[in-house]
C-alpha cells in the first residue's frame, strides 16, 4: 500500500510537471501571440487558459513539495499494532526521518547517496522481508556481525558484539532492570472460531484487572548509551519452534549477516521480529522514527475514542 501511494504520486508529480513546463514554455507564449494578433475588441475572442491546464498548474508546485518531502526528509506513519508498546501505542501518528540511513530513491529503494548505519537502539521503519509492500517498524538489537541469543524464560537478549579490534567481544552489551507491574493489561477474547483475540488496556496499579487480562511486567532495558522499557507477559514463553533457524546455529542463536540487522519489537511477547522471520537487509530501510506528532486513543481496527495529545515528542 505504501508503495502505491508514492507510484501514484510520483506520477501525479510527473505528469503535472509536463503540463506546467508545456504550459510555461510552449502553450501559454502561443495564446499571448495569437491574442495581441487579434484585432477585435470583442472580449469573447480572447483565448483563455483552459481550465484543466490551470488546475494542473496550480496543484503542481505542491505535489512536488509533498513528494520531496515525503520522500526524502520525513514521512508520517500510523502506529497500527502494539508491537513496539510502551514505546510506541496504536493510535500514535509518527514522523520518520527519511534521510537518517541514505538518500533513497523513493520507488526502487535503491540508495542514492550514503548517510549513515543504524545504532543499536534505534527505532527503524523498514519493509518486511518476506513482504515488502508492508511497512515494519521495530527496534535495532543486532548489528551486521553480532552473535545474538534470547533467552524465552528470562526475557533476555544476550548480543555479542562483532569483534572488531576497537571492540571488547566480551562484554555484555544489553542489561536489565527488575521487572515491575506496568500500567498496562492485555485481554484476551476467546471467539467461537476457537481464535483469540487480543487488546491493551492502561489501568493505574491500585485498580484490579479484568478477569480476562493479565497485567504486563515492565523492565528496563540498556544497550550502550541507549535505555527504553519493555513490556513482557508474565508467566508465558516464546514458542522456540517457530523461531528462524539459522544455518550452524543452535535455536535462539543468531549470528548477524554482513549488511543486515536483527529487530525487535518492545512488547516482547506481541511482536513478530527477526527470532521468527530473520533479518532486515539494509536496502528495506525505510528510516528512522523520530517523532510523535499525534496520538489517538484507540483499540487495533477500531475508531479512536480520544486524543492524547501528552504522547507528542520525540521518541527515545
Known sequence: MANTFTLILALATLLTGIIWCIERFIWAPARQKKN?????????????????????????????????VRSFVYEPYQIPSGSMMPTLLIGDFILVEKYAYGIKDPITQTTLIPTGHPKRGDVVVFKYPLDKKVDF?????????????????????????????????????????????SNFVQTFVFNRDKNTST??????LQQSVPDNGIRQNERIETAGSVSHPILILPGTADQMRSYYRQQGQPIGSWVVPHGEYFMMGDNRDNSADSRFWGFVPERNLVGKATAIWMSFEKQENEWPTGVRLSRIGSID
Open 36 to 68: 495581441v494578433a487579434i484585432s477585435t475588441e470583442t472580449a469573447s475572442d480572447v483565448i483563455q487558459q483552459p481550465c484543466w491546464i490551470e488546475t494542473a498548474v496550480s496543484i503542481f508546485p505542491v505535489l512536488l513539495i509533498v513528494f520531496c
Open 137 to 181: 517498524i521495530k527496534r535495532v538489537i543486532g548489528l551486521p556481525g553480532d552473535h545474538v541469543r534470547y533467552d524465552p524464560v528470562r526475557k533476555e537478549v544476550h548480543v555479542q558484539p562483532s569483534c572488531q579490534p576497537d571492540n571488547d567481544c566480551d562484554h555484555q552489551v544489553m542489561t536489565y532492570s527488575t521487572a515491575q507491574p
Open 199 to 204: 487488546a491493551f488496556l492502561q489501568i493505574p
